[in-house]
């Protein structure tokens, strides 16, 4: 598959396949100094996946997640911007508020100050953000998250 990439990069650094070749054809040798920090960092994401119970099991994590976030956000009256059948498991999209007092950048930073940071959601013409709930995330984050947010709706209060 790799050899369908020969020629294609780029960038000298980030050509995979003079990558690939120079393993295969010098017994494992990187072309340049290897990047020792990330293939470590690396061995550590397959052994923290493989503790989890691999790809399917953190997949169940990350939906759980999304599930968890959307019913705490509907609760305080958040509207998701996609029907739930066509939810990512990764990254969900809200509506912002209609309220006239309401403004992203106040509620960004708000919750930025409580250790949560979300995204703005200019991917499409709606008026939205977005909040992802993968990597180190678990239920009891997706909790304390939901806390924060009801408490930095300044609008309602």
Same mark, same amino acid.
């Given at each position: ?8 990069? *780029? ?19 990187? *072309? ?7 293939? *470590? ?22 939906? @759980? @997640? ?63 953000? *977005?909040?992802? @709930? ?24």
């Amino acid at each position: 598959m790799l050899a369908k990439c020969a020629h294609q990069a *780029r960038s000298l650094s980030l050509d995979l396949y003079a990558q690939w070749r120079c393993m295969e054809d010098h017994h494992g040798k990187w *072309r340049f100094t290897s990047p020792t920090h990330t293939v *470590r960092a690396f061995y550590q994401a397959l052994e923290e996946l493989h503790q989890e119970g691999g790809v399917a099991a953190r997949y169940q994590r990350y939906q @759980n @997640n999304q599930k968890l976030l959307v019913q705490g956000m509907e609760e305080l009256g958040f509207e998701c911007l996609l029907p739930h059948e066509m939810h990512s498991p990764f990254i969900t999209s809200f509506r912002s508020p209609q309220h006239p007092e309401y403004q992203f950048d106040r509620f960004y930073h708000l919750l930025k100050q409580q250790g949560f940071v979300i995204y703005p959601g200019k991917v499409s013409d709606a008026d939205c953000f *977005r909040i992802g @709930n993968i990597g180190e995330v678990y239920p009891q984050d997706i909790a304390a998250l939901v806390q924060a947010i009801a408490s930095s709706m300044y609008w309602e209060q």
